[in-house]
T-cell receptor
Framework: DGGITQSPKYLFRKEGQNVTLSCEQNLNHDAMYWYRQDPGQGLRLIYYSQIVNDFQKGDIAEGYSVSREKKESFPLTVTSAQKNPTAFYLC????????????FGDGTRLSIL | KNEVEQSPQNLTAQEGEFITINCSYSVGISALHWLQQHPGGGIVSLFMLSSGKKKHGRLIATINIQEKHSSLHITASHPRDSAVYICAVRLNTGNQFYFGTGTSLTVIP
């Protein structure tokens, strides 16, 4: 079945450590997105990519980095510069076209040890 | 300031009731997206619309572009409809989406 796979489901980070969240899609979608969800707030955009080897910062990119070396993969690294990384992270993808909806993964919950 | 406002924030209904969730936005959009988030966190797309009305089963979504307002209706509500319903808008200036904070719905048997 086609879909978006995020891993791991739960992740723990020590102070000063970088961690990478995986996002893979087999939907052949061009665009991919990373969002952060905090209690009581709407999803906020971290980074998005419309094509391979290209990505743009969203509203809260500081302390995060991404790569898009393959169409199906869009990993997110939470660096030690991100001082408040505890959150629920969602990856999404969508095909080209203004009327096309986003498809979401099941999310990764990141916590600080 | 949030570009997308949803109401109510929380909603409790008896099984069988007709439910309405509202979404207002303040920016120019090319489309509006209704999403459902289950307790485990996964998000499912319900509707994407840019005008008029769409229906799928017991769910109906409407949008009024002039008034910058959309509603999601659930007819004959059921406990399995309990979830967080999220409104998101796609700006007409790019590929970004802005999200409301969600409406938490609980349907009691």
């Amino acid at each position: 079945d086609g879909g978006i796979t995020q891993s791991p489901k739960y992740l723990f980070r020590k102070e000063g450590q970088n961690v990478t969240l995986s996002c893979e899609q087999n939907l052949n979608h061009d665009a991919m997105y990373w969002y952060r969800q905090d209690p009581g707030q709407g999803l906020r955009l971290i980074y998005y990519s419309q094509i391979v080897n290209d990505f743009q910062k969203g509203d809260i990119a500081e302390g995060y980095s991404v790569s898009r070396e393959k169409k199906e993969s869009f990993p997110l690294t939470v660096t030690s510069a991100q001082k408040n990384p505890t959150a629920f992270y969602l990856c999404a993808s969508r095909p080209q076209g203004a009327s096309q909806p986003q498809h979401f993964g099941d999310g990764t919950r990141l916590s600080i040890l | 300031k949030n570009e997308v406002e949803q109401s109510p924030q929380n909603l409790t209904a008896q099984e069988g009731e007709f439910i309405t969730i509202n979404c207002s936005y303040s920016v120019g959009i090319s489309a509006l997206h209704w999403l459902q988030q289950h307790p485990g966190g996964g998000i499912v797309s319900l509707f994407m619309l840019s005008s008029g009305k769409k229906k799928h089963g017991r769910l109906i979504a409407t949008i009024n572009i002039q008034e910058k307002h959309s509603s999601l209706h659930i007819t004959a509500s059921h406990p399995r409809d309990s979830a967080v319903y999220i409104c998101a808008v796609r700006l007409n200036t790019g590929n970004q989406f802005y999200f409301g904070t969600g409406t938490s719905l609980t349907v009691i048997p």
